[in-house]
């Protein structure tokens, strides 16, 4: 059994987006697996600005927003999924602010090493 977090980016309630990871998730559940669905399209997300304050030991992100909730269903996930429309070419702004923001994972490696991401 696995952690999964699906994070899905369409700001649009019952989106393709939607259909696609709601579909995904019933299969991952009835494979045995915990799946967690975390909307990053309805939340408010900054992007990373770069200040490196979550690289210094025991700080967080100087930005007061809706990832605090995410970071500990990140650390907890074995497998994240994302799930978002395409915008010019792209993800969208909501999920790619988010995977920007990703980096203190980079603090440890061997953490991020071992998440499958798909």
């Not at 059994?1 to 019933?26: C, H, Q, W, Y």
């Not at 927003?65 to 269903?73: A, E, G």
């Amino acid at each position: 059994m696995k952690n999964i977090l699906v994070l899905t980016g369409s700001p649009r309630k019952d989106g393709n987006s939607d259909l696609l990871a709601n579909a995904f998730i019933e299969g991952a559940r009835t494979s045995g697996n915990e799946v967690i669905l975390f909307e990053v399209g309805k939340m408010k997300v900054n992007g990373c600005d770069s200040c490196l304050t979550c690289s210094k030991e025991g700080a967080s992100c100087t930005f007061d927003d809706d990832f605090i909730k995410l970071i500990p269903l990140l650390e907890k996930a074995d497998m994240i999924v994302f799930c978002t429309p395409l915008y010019y070419f792209s993800f969208s702004s909501q999920l790619k602010s988010v995977i920007d923001r990703l980096c203190f994972l980079h603090m440890n490696i061997e953490a991020l090493k071992s998440k499958n991401l798909f």
